[in-house]
């Protein structure tokens, strides 16, 4: 079993940059696929991205491709996401996720294992 932590959240203006980071402990986080989700005020929880195992294969969101970069060090058991001009409308909890088997990689019933979560807050 994976217990996940996420960092990197904070208060930033239209434009600016964070990244995000998710520690894993235990000694098998290569065995996980890893995502990120986010869920803004009275609004559903949502993909942002995910990764695969060795980090052969990424995946987007659409409303946040080309400005978002998910990755992973499976050395120090440690996923990212580096969050570029960034918008108001990302403001939101961001959690990491993590997931065995076969997935849907960007439903969140397919991921068993989840942190709590670290706010975002984007001003205009």
């Known amino acids: 079993q994976v217990q996940l932590e996420e960092s990197g959240g904070g208060l930033v203006q239209a434009g600016d940059s964070l990244r995000l980071s998710c520690r894993a402990s235990?000694?098998?986080?290569?065995?996980?696929?890893m995502g990120w989700f986010r869920q803004a005020p009275g609004k559903e929880r949502e993909f942002v991205a995910a990764?695969?195992?060795?980090?052969?294969?990424?995946y987007y969101a659409d409303n946040v491709k080309g400005r978002f970069t998910i990755s992973r060090d499976n050395a120090n058991n440690t996923l990212y996401l580096q969050m570029n001009s960034l918008e108001p409308e990302d403001t939101a909890v961001y959690s990491c996720?993590?997931?065995?088997?076969?997935?849907?990689?960007?439903?969140?019933?397919?991921?068993?294992?989840w942190g709590q979560g670290t706010r975002v807050t984007v001003s205009t």
């Open positions: 996720a993590g997931a065995t088997g076969a997935v849907r990689i960007a439903a969140p019933q397919s991921y068993t294992y």
């Open positions: 235990g000694p098998t986080f290569s065995n996980y696929i």
């Open positions: 990764v695969t195992r060795l980090g052969t294969n990424t």
